[in-house]
Nanobody, 117 residues
Framework: QVQLVESGGGLVQAGGSLRLSCAAS????????MGWFRQAPGKEREFVAG????????RYADSVKGRFTISRDNAKNTVYLQMNSLKPEDTAVYYC??????????WGQGTQVTVSS
């Protein structure tokens, strides 16, 4: 089972940028579809962005399209989430997720992102 550790969260003003990183270990990273989810206080966890293990196809939630970019570096076993033009409603705990058909899904511990207005 792959282990995931997120980093890069913090406090930023509206309109600012942050880059989240998720380092994976214990699995064949290149075989995993990777994603970012987030959970705001009092709300359910929601999908933010994903990148497939085959072809690197990406998908985004409508709420972040054009502002967030997901990417992966298979040589570094790391997936990134570049977040630009941040809004207060982006405030949440951001979780990294890894999925493979063979091993199922794994979650990271989460990293807090707070956007002040």
């Amino acid at each position: 089972q792959v282990q995931l550790v997120e980093s890069g969260g913090g406090l930023v003003q509206a309109g600012g940028s942050l880059r989240l990183s998720c380092a994976a270990s214990g699995g064949t990273f290149s075989r995993y579809t990777m994603g970012w989810f987030r959970q705001a206080p009092g709300k359910e966890r929601e999908f933010v962005a994903g990148v497939a293990w085959v072809g690197g196809t990406t998908r985004y939630a409508d709420s972040v399209k054009g502002r967030f970019t997901i990417s992966r570096d298979n040589a570094k076993n790391t997936v990134y989430l570049q977040m630009n033009s941040l809004k207060p409603e982006d405030t949440a705990v951001y979780y990294c997720y890894a999925y493979s058909y063979r091993n199922g899904g794994s979650w990271g511990q989460g990293t807090q992102v707070t956007v002040s207005s």
